[in-house]
């Protein structure tokens, strides 16, 4: 059974940094592209970032490009999401999503088989 949970979210003053980990289980991890989504209240979840099984390719929104960074660390199975210069806007619940191994990364939610339960980033103004 796949698990992905989600960490270090929490509450920061707009201008402020998040690190957010992703700890996966029951799934080949070093052979999975991984991304990031949020869900804002009232509106639909979007992409944020995406990495591939090795790290060495990442995909990035616009909105955040320039902000986050989104890393890997296969031997302990967790995918990472750095945030800087958080702004009001950031604020949302963010998932974690894995791909069965062999999928090609990708932005579309619809490319990601696992999600995670969420963690919630607010940032105050």
């Known amino acids: 059974q796949v698990q992905l949970v989600e960490s270090g979210g929490g509450l920061v003053q707009a201008g402020g940094s998040l690190r957010l980990s992703c700890a996966a289980s029951?799934?080949?991890?070093?052979?999975?592209?991984m991304g990031w989504y949020r869900q804002a209240p009232g509106k639909e979840r979007e992409f944020v970032a995406a990495?591939?099984?090795?790290?060495?390719?990442?995909y990035y929104a616009d909105s955040v490009k320039g902000r986050a960074t989104i890393s890997r660390d296969n031997a302990k199975n967790t995918v990472y999401l750095q945030m800087n210069s958080l702004k009001f806007e950031d604020t949302a619940i963010y998932y974690c999503?894995?791909?069965?191994?062999?999928?090609?990364?990708?932005?579309?939610?619809?490319?990601?088989?696992?999600w995670g339960q969420g963690t919630q980033v607010t940032v105050s103004s």
């Open positions: 990495i591939n099984w090795s790290g060495h390719s990442t």
């Open positions: 029951g799934l080949t991890f070093g052979s999975a592209a």
């Open positions: 999503a894995a791909a069965r191994p062999g999928r090609l990364t990708t932005k579309s939610q619809y490319g990601y088989d696992f």
